[in-house]
């Protein structure tokens, strides 16, 4: 037997455990395990060839990682198999079996060597399963800190800010003839209003983990329905018609969702109306917002542009008209008979034209 190039003894495979629990546990991403795997037990065994290969659907083993001294590459190949090959197991990745393999023609392989071999394999897997579970460990204190977070901003400060307009708003209804001041408070009300917007979008973003931009203009606007029904106290019927996974250019998401939260507070606050409908319909060309509510109309707000609602104090309804504008929409106001008389919001944009 040639013992030039055998395996590393005992205490030799014992400190390569040490080796790859340490880097293991120090929170590795899988592959740099893998890599460190191969890399170390090449450097300890002296052996030809060492890979890593995971296991397809049909059971077949592709090799993954390696460490060589050969030339060429068995990457994405079948994993090597023969005399001269130790194999030993070191559990699953995402439902993959994985296996590790030494290779070397130089020597032949006896039993001692290959049971420190599959210890040595063995305590790898058990320690590569409790740096998963101690992953698991750390995101589930992570996602709970963030839920606790996402909570105190929607249960606290949302709840204030909201309150805070709506002072506001009772005070600016109250200065009359004041022109400068109505202004003012509705720089100020704006500004409250985006402030609301980006906590919302950070208290998703904290629940979920998951950016806005991954979402559908549906999945978007069921998150704004159901914030719109706990934070204004009125029961929201939602409804998507259309396409959903049709693409919405992001600004124009961000322009139908600050519709919808304008219309259904403009709701809560100037009507004594608990229920609204919105009615979202996407095809090709168009996105048709309607925001139906008990309650009449003032007419001449129905017919009135930017310039003359603005005068009026009608700064929300001026902003949907100009959101609309953008995009060669409209936005008007519309009675709609019955008893109780009911007040229809329909507005409209193109989605033929992009901005920035």
């Not at 880097?23 to 030809?48: K, P």
């Not at 994993?79 to 020597?107: C, K, R, W, Y």
């Not at 109505?182 to 998951?210: M, P, Q, W, Y």
């Not at 600050?258 to 100037?270: G, I, L, P």
Request: proline share 2%; charged share 25%; with cysteine.
């Amino acid at each position: 037997m040639n013992t030039e190039n055998a395996p590393a003894t005992g205490s030799g495979w014992r400190g390569a455990t040490a080796q790859i629990t340490r880097f293991i546990l120090a929170g590795r991403e899988t592959n740099e395990v893998l890599g460190e795997i191969t890399r170390v037990v090449f450097d300890q065994s002296g052996a030809d060839l060492v890979t890593v290969s995971f296991a397809d659907a049909k059971g077949q083993d592709t090799v993954e990682v390696e460490s060589s001294r050969r030339g060429g590459s068995l990457l994405g190949r079948p994993a090597p198999i023969g005399d001269h090959v130790m194999t030993a197991s070191l559990g699953a990745d995402q439902g993959h079996n994985m296996t590790l393999s030494v290779v070397n023609p130089e020597f032949e392989i006896d039993s001692e060597q290959y049971e420190q071999f599959l210890w040595f394999a063995d305590q790898v897997r058990i320690t590569i399963e409790l740096g998963a579970a101690q992953r698991k460990a750390e995101q589930l204190l992570i996602l709970e800190d963030r839920d606790r977070i996402a909570r105190d901003l929607h249960d606290v400060v949302i709840q204030r800010l909201f309150g805070a307009g709506m002072q506001l708003d009772s005070v600016q209804r109250s200065l009359g003839e004041d022109h400068e001041n109505k202004v003012k408070i509705d720089n100020i009300l704006s500004e409250l209003d985006t402030t609301i917007k980006d906590i919302r979008s950070t208290i998703f973003a904290l629940r979920s983990g998951t950016k806005d931009e991954a979402l559908t203009l549906n999945d978007r606007l069921k998150i704004l329905v159901v914030e719109l029904s706990e934070t204004l106290g009125l029961e929201v019927d939602y409804k998507f018609q259309g396409l959903e996974q049709q693409e919405v250019g992001g600004q124009l998401t961000e322009d139908v969702l600050a519709v919808v939260r304008e219309a259904t507070t403009n709701v809560a606050k100037h009507t004594q109306s608990d229920y609204v409908q919105v009615v979202v319909r996407v095809d090709e060309e168009e996105i048709i917002l309607s925001v139906i509510n008990e309650g009449g109309i003032d007419t001449p707000l129905a017919k009135a542009n930017c310039a003359e609602l603005e005068s009026n104090g009608h700064s929300g309804f001026s902003n949907m008209l100009r959101r609309a504008e953008r995009y060669s929409g409209s936005s008007r106001l519309a009675a709609i008979g019955g008893d109780p008389p009911r007040t229809r919001l329909n507005w409209n944009a193109s989605m033929l034209v992009r901005v920035d």
